[in-house]
């Protein structure tokens, strides 16, 4: 399992100068060198978790998110097992995603069950954009998490600004 932090400071929970220059600078998280020490140590018992790498986590108020990559859709539910275990040791929702490119397919890994309908990009006159994401009012109240976080959470995990809306 590849992980933000170098493999000797997950399994010791000790810095190196190295990782504690990214964390000093904000590319990792406190919450990535917990989840890294976490997850080499479930590695340890499960051997299906070795071909993941471990690119961002999001610790929000009500939810931890994970983002994740690599290993096969036959892994599926051994990323469930370990978001459940993950929840109920930290006693937080936890979600491990899987990275993509498509900003609505990430977000509908973050809400489910909650539905997403479509996704608009805005194009601003700087050249920047922002992408508008469209949502049945129905399944407002079905999100694990508040519009703030959601919004919030994908900012922090792509970098792009994106505003939810209920229809």
């Not at 964390?23 to 479930?42: H, N, R």
């Not at 050249?127 to 994401?133: K, N, Q, R, V, Y």
């Amino acid at each position: 399992m590849k992980t933000p932090i170098c493999y000797f400071c997950a399994k010791s929970g000790v810095l190196c100068p190295r990782c504690q220059e990214k964390l000093d600078k904000g590319e990792v998280t406190e919450a990535d060198v917990e989840v890294s020490k976490w997850f080499l140590d479930y590695e340890a018992k499960n051997t299906g978790l070795k071909d993941y790498v471990i690119h961002r986590t999001v610790k929000l108020p009500k939810m931890m998110i994970i983002m994740v990559s690599g290993g096969s859709n036959a892994n599926r539910p051994l990323l469930q097992k370990v978001s459940k275990q993950l929840s109920d040791e930290r006693r937080i929702t936890v979600r491990i995603i899987e990275k993509t490119s498509s900003i609505k397919r990430l977000l509908e890994q973050i809400v489910t069950p909650a539905r997403v309908m479509g996704a608009n990009t805005v194009w601003l006159p700087d050249g920047s954009w922002e992408s508008t994401i469209r949502m049945p009012r129905a399944d407002q109240r079905k999100m694990p998490l508040d519009q703030k976080s959601a919004e919030e959470a994908i900012k922090i995990l792509t970098g792009e600004v994106i505003h939810l809306v209920f229809e």
